[in-house]
């Protein structure tokens, strides 16, 4: 040290030939790393880097003072000290050396306060990508439609397709989100441009399905020939495609995203066409044009038009809008508004914007590409931004993006990006290890160690890289990792960076009783524990994590106001139940938010010493559905009133399901608030029915269950969902005084009825074209339809004796429990085939007949079985029930045993009400016991029957449960009652078929009937 110091000085004059008007005072070396290391210091920001041969370098102190600068500028803060590198010689490279180091420097220092000014004067903004995360770390599954343009634009503004390998990285880091986090996503591809195409239906993404998927979004490379920007189609279709996921498990939204880019405005091509939003307009000329454009921006940003479709469905929109070739930034705003919810130049579009509904990004290359879909790569695990400078010839520390790893972080993805090619990424490790990520080649992986830590790097485009650190117990893993970007020929001394780093430590926040947990409006409950859980969903001991966590709570009442419950609990405190002030929550459907901060570690020496503080991860949160309830003694409501999917135009009718004490009403004159409606719809609205008025309110005793009537009226039919809520008021009994209004949510998914004539035009002509291909595509169709709905549905199986014409349980009249029908069916969070339920097999029997229904057959090995339905039971014995088994029955007997004994499945839905299971069992008990005995006289002829006769022959007498079969309706409408679903009560309808054994009705003899649906 006393060496160069010397050395140094010895060239004062030098350096001041270098630096006119700069002051050499005092010399000073450092030691700034395990090796002898020198660097220019300017207001606390230092440029270091390292020499192999000590000997070769000098360090001086240069004091500025009140001389003037080179440029002929004036400083005036005195005792400002700068550090600078001089070599032996001080030759022409030298020089250019210094100057350029100089330059970084400088830049890095006005860089950095312009960093801090604007991040000071930052205020935080909603994030649409954090909410998405927070419903997926409550739920742990998601649906993301990516949803691409297709338009001819792109053959200009999009050459190499960046869109498509922007694309492919998203999915490579939403697989890896997915594995890290424990969260399953479904993934579709879909197209755009005067149409809207699903090019690659709902697939898991993961490591396995994730090379498909990548080849799929390959194939947008040439779809490049659309002639339209039509969002409007786009959305509605998205719209569609989503719906078809169908809802949660507990009836609510599913977590969904949609991923939408777009190279241009919405516009159209001048042709001889219409749309179906714009009836009677013509594309044929320029104002035809314009009036498309305006009727489509008006269906689309109307109150409860498309946008706001999506959002009250629950959709996140992520909008990427690539404004190159001839597009410019400006003809995004109203793609903009669109995603966001944000009024600009466009003007307002929708009225529900809060929650946020999305995001939206303006890119211009493929670098703003990556960026712009990493941004929402890790839903609710936000990337930490960091932009600095770039280091001139070796490694610098001004130009570090740095961060802090412990061993309770398990990865890091890192997309690091320098506005100039040819520069270098390096990575630094806590140990001061360095290794290069030199680029070999775009889309090329490579595998480099630095220390004991893996890296594996990717060049995404010429300027920007990504690369994944994991944990896997390295021992070099916790410290101070750094990034840095080195210009190795000095020639961009003023080239900016910028990195997205991704830290997953899979940590989540959790209540860990929220499942029972039960909490009224108007009162304080401590029955709420908090905890913190791995990706696993196991339990983490706070006290073991090494950096500092701190938990907070929030919930958003159904007035859409959210109420701060706690702020920062520390870790060490999260074992103490918490107490939940609800004085002002609202009662109704509720969200309660669990955010967790935590910071790593701090970055220590082997002395102790703090090297770096730790790093401030992004806040994870996770969102849990609540419902607050009434205060004690009101009645208790639905947080959801699902009419399910309604076919044309009239009124129908569902149950708002209630428990007791108290009375409940709905004011003739309360008017429903409808927040979306499809175009065309005309007046929609939803009422009470029976109990209107506080004096003529439906009083509902302790412990009880009752149903007050709601209709919806829909004046025409269309296709898309109605969103809305209707007002009830509560009371407590016998105090109409304290009576409080509580808004209940409700849904439909409106559809146009099959128009018959139409239909039978299509089908004739496909015949004479074709006699095969006709019976195969609608065998398709049959066979893609015949599925259990996506319904809550719980059953039972309770065994029974029959005396005579009486159904016995337990030596007494059978009657319900308030134990029986509470666990719900599992495996119904989509559309199935087959499932079990308390022991008997349900599973959807298609059938070779491409025409007809399907049916669900029920049986359960030695067991003959019949049901409510008409017919009880097909062919093999088994019982027979529609496609949509909600409120059903289904009796079983052992021929082999016991005549007297037997067994009921009761299959209700999840939300049906004491009455309609009343009459579900009312029902059971006067037909079972004639099943019963059919189903034993059967089972003996058969056994009797001599050989070469028909065993099916016997069970003729059961197939409509009567003894002749029902005639069937060719349209696959079914004779059985659907008891507790929304029926349509226009007094127009058509009437039904006559039922089995009614006259007119079809016997068990008659010839083939090719409309007949499938015997089993």
Known sequence: MAGLRRACCSRRNRVRGIFPGWRVGAVRVRRLGPRRTVGLRATGHVLGFRHAEACDVSVCRIQVGGERLPGGRRRGNRGRRSW???????????????????ATTLTALVSSLLVVTSTAAAQ?????????GACLAAEREGDVLLMIDESGSLQSSDPDAARVSAANYLLDQLSSFGDSAGVRLEVSLAGFSDGFVVHSGWKGLDRASLPGLQRSVDEFRSRTNGIDTDYRIALDGARDALAERGRAADGGNRCQALAWFSDGKLDFTERDAEKPYAPGISLHNEDGVRRVVESAQGSICRPGGVADQLRSSGIVTFGVGLAAGTAEAADFDLMRAIATGDSGAAGPCGTITSPRPGDFYVTENIDDLLFAFDAFSTPGQAPLEREAGVCAFVMCEDAQHRFVLDDSINSVTVLGFADAEGLVPTLVSPRGEEVALPRKGVGAPTTVRVGDVQVEYEWLSPRSVSFTMRHDNA???QGMWALAFVDPAGKVPTARSKSNIHISGNLFPASMGQETMAIHSGEKTSAVRLGIVDADRREVDPSKLLGSAQLSVSLTDSAHITHELATKIPKDRLSEPLELDLNEVAPGAGRMRLTLDVTTADAKSPSGAIIAPGTVLAPQSVDVPLTVAPPIG????????????????GTFTTDLGVGGPGCIWIERSAHARIDTVPDGAGQVGATGQGASSADGCLQIGEDAQAALPVELQIEN??????????RVMVAP????DRAMPIDVQFSADLQKPLDSNRFWLVFLAVLVASIVLPLVLLYAVKRWTCRIPAESLKGQQIPIA???DKVLRDDEPFALRDTDLIDLVRGLNKPARRLTVDGVDLDVQVGLSPFGAGYVAAHTAGKRAASNATPATDRKGNARLPLAVHNSWVVLHDPTGPADRASVLLLVGGNSSSESRARLVEDMTRRVPALVRSLRDSATAESDAPTGVDPAASTSALQSGFGTTAAYDPFGASAASDVGKASRSDPGATPEFPPAGSPGSTSGADPFDPFRPPSR
């Open 475 to 477: 021992a070099g893993w």
């Open 634 to 649: 009101y009645p208790t409501l639905p947080s959801r009133l699902d009419f399910g999917t309604l076919e044309g135009s």
């Open 717 to 726: 039919a269309v296709n898309g969902p109605v969103n809305g809520s209707i």
């Open 802 to 804: 029959v005396v005579g």
């Open 84 to 102: 600078c590198m001089v070599d032996r010689g001080l030759g022409r490279t030298t020089v250019k050396r210094t100057l350029a180091l100089a």
């Open 733 to 736: 009994t016998g105090e109409l």
């Open 124 to 132: 935080p903004v909603p994030s649409a990508v954090g909410d998405f």
